[in-house]
């Protein structure tokens, strides 16, 4: 038997649902599937969140940008969207029990030099970090 799956979406799946998927990943092992998508995608993973994601010993530098239409045939458990517009967005997907929005500034969007936007970067990462492994703690304690 596959272990659930979680699905996290946004828009252009390039930076936080790509962080999410990490964090959430790296905190619940096996015991789930993770993967992350996007309502329309980039084609790219954000070089900056491949560098920050490093900064905490998460390496994402294999992930790779998917459309969420990718995960229409498959079983999954819990959606969770991290940006309003894929929130918008979002089909009701086979198998699904769970739906939760926990938003976040879109780091893409930051200015500056390089090392303002991975300011920016770090703390969009910290924030879903804050969220996303209390919700795999309460997972995991179930």
Same mark, same amino acid.
């Given at each position: ?90 089909? !009701? ?5 769970? /739906? ?7 780091? $893409?969007? &930051?200015? +500056?030099?390089? #090392?303002?936007? !991975? ?5 969009? /990462? ?7 492994? $209390?919700? &795999?703690? +309460?997972?995991? #304690?179930?």
């Amino acid at each position: 038997m596959k272990p659930p799956a979680i699905l996290i979406l946004c828009t252009g799946n390039s930076c936080r649902s790509h962080l999410a998927e990490g964090i959430l990943r790296a905190a619940l092992n096996e015991h789930f599937r993770v993967a992350s998508a996007g309502s329309n995608p980039s084609g790219y993973v954000h070089p900056l969140s491949v560098k920050v994601m490093a900064e905490i010993g998460i390496d994402i530098s294999h992930h790779h940008s998917k459309h969420m239409n990718d995960f229409l045939s498959d079983e999954v458990s819990t959606v969770i969207t991290v940006c309003g517009n894929a929130d918008q967005a979002c089909p !009701l997907f086979p198998g699904q029990m769970n /739906r939760y929005h926990w938003g976040f500034d879109d780091p $893409a969007h &930051a200015t +500056g030099t390089e #090392e303002e936007q !991975l300011q920016v970067f770090r703390r969009v /990462r910290d924030e879903i970090a804050k969220v996303f492994r $209390a919700y &795999a703690a +309460g997972l995991l #304690e179930k």
